[in-house]
């Protein structure tokens, strides 16, 4: 399917499982897009899209409706958007693609405390099903660190909320944010607040540095020391082993990611920790995928 050339406010961003969705741009930026390891909106200031555009655009691809299944809401955070404004967008869409199935955005923990449960139970009823929700963290004191602007209890609150009204979670957990100093801590209460939430979807990426790890140490209210691969994988077990979930799907197939796993965790999690100690027991191959990842 082939559909119209969209004018997007560039950089435009979407979950990698959202490859083959429609992405309706209704905000523009983050409403916080401070944190100290996100670059995807600094070059962006928050911007609200007028909603009689948003309506405009989605008729102008009312000839490709048989064909639209999913559709993305992006930029950083619509849902800081009032419910009246998302309920409009979202009944405009239910009207000009009848089989779309699921319709998702990104949303920040305090996007969804802030809104009542029976209002996010509206949106849900309207269509927005799932929620992609960067976690990044369990550990208050790194949270602080990295200026993430939520807690331990607000991520909990927020997406207890969202799991209330029927919203389905999918949420990411950032390895080596705290380097080695942090990475303890932070991977006992990722996994602390992981069995907090019971999320649908759990995946975890590898911190990345696009503008060098130095602009990082600069941005970071602490001490940061790099990580090898190795400390990666010790993270990575870590948190796998303390998790205590149901049925959350775990991914770690993400670009970033030195070790791919897939599977559920109630199910695979002995298998998980396996492959990490067989990995970790053949250290020249670690490094030599360290190495290529750094392009040496």
């Not at 009689?52 to 009312?62: F, N, P, Q």
């Amino acid at each position: 399917m082939n559909l119209p050339i969209i004018e997007y406010s560039q950089p435009l961003f979407r979950p990698p499982s959202e490859a083959g969705s429609l992405i309706l741009q209704i905000t523009y930026g983050c409403t916080w897009n401070k944190c100290a390891f996100c670059e995807m909106y600094t070059n962006k200031k928050y911007q609200t899209r007028k909603t009689a555009d948003v309506i405009g655009e989605i008729h102008s691809l009312k000839p490709y409706a048989p064909h639209i299944q999913k559709i993305f809401l992006a930029d950083g955070n619509p849902m800081a958007l009032s419910t009246r404004r998302l309920l409009e967008i979202l009944n405009e869409i239910n009207i000009v693609f009848p089989n779309v199935r699921r319709i998702s955005t990104y949303a920040l923990p305090s996007d969804l405390t802030n809104k009542p449960v029976d209002d996010l139970k509206q949106l849900r009823d309207a269509g927005l099903s799932l929620l992609y929700v960067g976690i990044e963290s369990g550990d208050d004191e790194l949270l602080g660190l990295i200026n993430k602007a939520e807690t331990y209890d607000s991520t909990v609150a927020g997406l207890t909320k969202a799991h209330e009204a029927g919203m389905k979670l999918s949420v990411m957990i950032l390895s080596g944010l705290g380097g080695r100093k942090y990475s303890e801590q932070h991977a006992i209460n990722s996994a602390k607040v992981l069995n907090a939430i019971q999320p649908l979807f759990a995946s975890t990426l590898v911190l990345s540095f696009p503008y060098g790890v130095e602009r990082y140490k600069q941005r970071f209210a602490g001490e940061y020391i790099s990580m090898t691969v190795h400390d990666l994988l010790l993270e990575l077990r870590t948190l796998i082993a303390n998790t205590n979930l149901g049925g959350t799907i775990f991914r770690s197939d993400h670009a970033s990611n030195y070790l791919v796993l897939k599977g559920v965790l109630s199910r695979d999690k002995q298998k998980f920790t396996d492959e990490i100690d067989k990995a970790l027991s053949f250290p020249d191959k670690v490094q030599l995928r360290e190495e290529w990842q750094r392009g040496l």
